[in-house]
């Protein structure tokens, strides 16, 4: 069972910038497609962006041109640059794993960091 560490978020001013990590165990975490997920208490847990095992991505349209999802596969992590943040924008953020290469699934989840955007 792999295990997702998640790291960096915080309390931001709505404009302000935070980026998220998330450090995977195991081998093979090239190959696997790997998301961030968000949910605020009493709905759904909602895709904020993936990327793909080939490296392609897709983002909520809520986030497009604001956030950015990229992985560096030597370390294990996946990131997720969020950029003028807004206070919508604030939940509990998920990392995912999924189990094969695309974004399609459940997969593996990580414990949630909170991001709080708030003047």
């Known amino acids: 069972q792999v295990q997702l560490v998640e790291s960096g978020g915080g309390l931001v001013q709505p404009g302000g910038s935070l980026k998220l990590a998330c450090v995977a165990s195991?081998?093979?975490?090239?190959?696997?497609?790997m998301a961030w997920y968000r949910q605020i208490p009493g709905k759904t847990r909602e895709l904020v962006a993936c990327n793909t095992g080939n490296a392609l991505t897709n983002y909520a349209d809520s986030v497009k041109g604001r956030f950015r999802i990229y992985r560096d596969n030597a370390r294990n992590t996946l990131y997720l640059e969020m950029n003028n943040l807004k206070p919508e924008d604030t939940a509990v953020y998920f990392c995912?794993?999924?189990?094969?290469?695309?974004?399609?699934?459940?997969?593996?989840w990580g414990q949630g960091i909170q991001v709080t955007v708030s003047s």
């Open positions: 995912n794993q999924k189990t094969d290469s695309t974004c399609r699934g459940e997969g593996s």
């Open positions: 195991g081998n093979l975490f090239s190959v696997y497609g």
